[in-house]
């Protein structure tokens, strides 16, 4: 079974440009979530899809960043424009149960260097 | 929102059992402890989860007392390949995905 894939691996932008990251889920997998980890710090969260639906995007650090999921199947998060602070992985991850607290599935992350 | 508090480093030595220790004193009635291993350049991958008492899988075994306060993660026989961070994570599953914290982890080396 193909686990979560997210593309691309790594980016290297200047600040002011757009970046685009992919997240292929596990199939059959309603919940997909993003986190990211900046500068060293902690895994956060970002946001939790069901399905289509934005179930919870209140870890979303500001209108920059845009995350979606037409479909219900592949999730894209675009940061527009990107600055210093958005470096860092980006990780997704996806489950079947809606219980947040279960295993959820992580892909192997997108490293984002904005410079 | 329980809080953890886990050590922020161990070594240990291929084939002894590793204990890695959690606390929570915070923890809710309806709170799970869960942990996760990250290897570098990997995401987090989930290990165990439990409410009470003992939990074994087919890696690790999780132990947590009467007042749940804390928890203990137990690998047995460690080798090489074990060593990566470990999170401790404790919330309910049915709370929004947004109270999920990872912490700092415990960074856990392994020696020949």
């Known amino acids: 079974e193909a686990g979560v894939t997210q593309f691309p691996s790594h980016s290297v932008i200047e600040k002011g440009q757009t970046v685009t990251l992919r997240c292929d889920p596990i199939s059959g997998h309603d919940n997909l979530y993003w986190y990211r980890r900046v500068m060293g710090k902690e895994i956060k969260f970002l946001l939790h899809f069901v399905k289509e639906s934005k179930q919870d995007e209140s870890g979303m650090p500001n209108n920059r960043f845009l995350a979606e999921r037409t479909g219900g199947t592949y999730s894209t998060l675009k940061v527009q424009p990107a600055e210093l602070e958005d470096s860092g992985v980006y990780f997704c991850a996806s489950s079947q149960e809606p219980q947040t607290y279960n295993e959820q599935f992580f892909g192997p992350g997108t490293r984002l260097t904005v410079l | 929102l329980a809080k953890t508090t886990q050590p922020i480093s161990m070594d240990s030595y291929e084939g002894q059992e590793v204990n890695i220790t959690c606390s929570h004193n915070?923890?809710?009635?309806?709170?799970?402890i869960t942990w996760y291993q990250q290897f570098p350049s990997q995401g987090p991958r989930f290990i165990i989860q439990?409410?009470?008492t003992k939990v074994t899988n087919e890696v690790a075994s999780l132990f947590i007392p009467a007042d749940r306060k804390s928890s203990t993660l137990s690998l047995p026989r460690v080798s090489l390949s074990d060593t990566a961070v470990y999170y401790c994570l404790v919330g309910d599953p049915y709370s929004s995905a947004s109270k999920i914290i990872f912490g700092s982890g415990t960074r856990l080396s392994i020696r020949p």
């Open positions: 915070n923890i809710a009635t309806n709170d799970y």
């Open positions: 439990g409410y009470k």
